[in-house]
């Protein structure tokens, strides 16, 4: 599943979207819990306090569940992220190297075994013809057949 940068960066934007209520959320109920208790009157239950903490740790435990959602989509757009830079990078270097490639696989080419007859008229001595070539052959530094 590879994003493209648009795709990418939409997915991070609404990873934001919905991280930040929740940490926006996380503070106002601390500090409203905070304040709860200290603006009640002399006889304080400490009960408030228990409820105001389990609000806290609701949110926390939520806020720790979408963390845990970002990290893995995170991890997914840097994976395809990586795999789309890759692509792009491979195939800017066979564009520049692929027709030096070609040229080289065309040298080193070897035929396939077959050696044809030569086509030599009838008033030509065939054997003169063959141990010249042979001759210039190995004067070139091939081994003559």
Do not use: C
């Not at 990290?71 to 997914?76: H, K, N, P, S």
């Amino acid at each position: 599943m590879a994003l493209n940068e648009n795709e990418r960066d939409a997915h991070i934007k609404a990873i934001y979207y919905i991280l930040l209520p929740f940490v926006v959320l996380t503070i106002v109920s601390l500090f409203v819990s905070i304040f709860t208790w200290n603006s009640m009157d002399g006889h304080r239950e400490v009960e408030a306090i228990t409820w105001s903490l389990t609000v806290i740790e609701i949110v926390l435990a939520l806020f720790a569940i979408m963390l845990g959602i970002v990290a893995i989509f995170g991890f997914w757009a840097i994976r395809g992220a990586a795999v789309a830079s890759a692509k792009r990078e491979a195939r800017a270097y066979l564009d520049e190297k692929a027709a030096q490639m070609f040229q080289q696989v065309a040298k080193t080419q070897q035929l396939d075994g077959s050696v044809e007859k030569p086509d030599i008229p009838e008033g030509v001595d065939e054997t003169d013809v063959i141990s010249k070539a042979q001759e210039e052959q190995s004067d070139d530094g091939q081994a003559g057949k």
